[in-house]
């Protein structure tokens, strides 16, 4: 059974910090990945989309990076802004298989 | 910006009975998905749907619950005979192409109540 963890569970920064956010999965046979985010008591907004061919995927200010290899996936958000608070939610296709989420980052962006 | 939109957004139930969550998916958008989120745990995939056929399900998605695109935009999802258990969020989306190629797109989410 494919399992997604996500380090670190909570994260909380002043505005104006550059941020990492984990992903790890521990089967290699994905077919892409997607970061979402998720607002309390709202739904999903995709943020980026890698396939698996792919090694990173960039928005605005928003990277994320897809190492096959070690099974991790990265989300980097550079200066950060209290708008940037929610959860952030990593998930993987596998092949004949739907999403698997992992856990989310809960941020918080102090101004 | 087209987006996914889905009715009730709370729903409340007595266990036993039966509910049917809404969904109008994008409309140029082929492919269709149910996820659920119990309070504090992990988005979990239901099943997806393509060619009005399920397409995949997983072991949640058990003899109590079916899907329906009863018309050319509505995506349904009942359960037939509600447990306490199944109080979740409930989120539909929906992608142009199959999910490997595609983003998909959420639905602000049904939050279902089961008392």
């Known amino acids: 059974k494919q399992e997604v963890t996500q380090i670190p569970a909570a994260l909380s920064v002043p505005e104006g910090e550059n941020l990492v956010l984990n992903c790890s999965f521990t089967d290699s046979a994905i077919y892409n990945l997607q970061w979402f985010r998720q607002d309390p008591g709202k739904g999903l907004t995709s943020l980026l989309l890698?396939?698996?061919?792919?090694r990173e995927q960039t928005s605005g200010r928003l990277n994320a990076s897809l190492d096959k290899s070690s099974g991790r996936s990265t989300l980097y958000i550079a200066a950060s802004q209290p708008g940037d608070s929610a959860t952030y939610l990593c998930a993987f296709e596998y092949y004949g298989q739907n999403f698997v989420f992992g856990p989310g980052t809960r941020l918080s962006v102090l101004p | 910006e087209p987006e996914v939109t889905q009715t009730p957004s709370h729903q409340v139930t007595q266990m036993g009975q039966e509910v049917i969550l809404r969904c109008v998916p994008i409309?140029?958008?082929?492919?269709f998905y149910w996820y659920r989120q119990i309070l504090g745990q992990k988005v979990e995939f239901l099943v997806s749907?393509?060619?009005?056929?399920?397409?995949?399900k997983s072991e949640i998605f058990d003899d109590q619950f079916s899907v329906e695109r009863p018309d050319g935009s509505n995506f349904t999802l009942k359960i037939r005979s509600t447990k306490l258990e199944d109080s979740a969020m409930y989120f539909c989306?929906?992608?142009?192409?199959?999910?490997?190629?595609?983003?998909?797109?959420f639905g602000p989410g049904t939050r279902l109540t089961v008392l």
């Open positions: 890698i396939q698996s061919s792919q």
């Open positions: 409309s140029n958008h082929l492919y």
């Open positions: 749907f393509y060619n009005n056929e399920i397409s995949e």
């Open positions: 989306a929906s992608s142009a192409l199959a999910g490997a190629q595609d983003t998909q797109y």
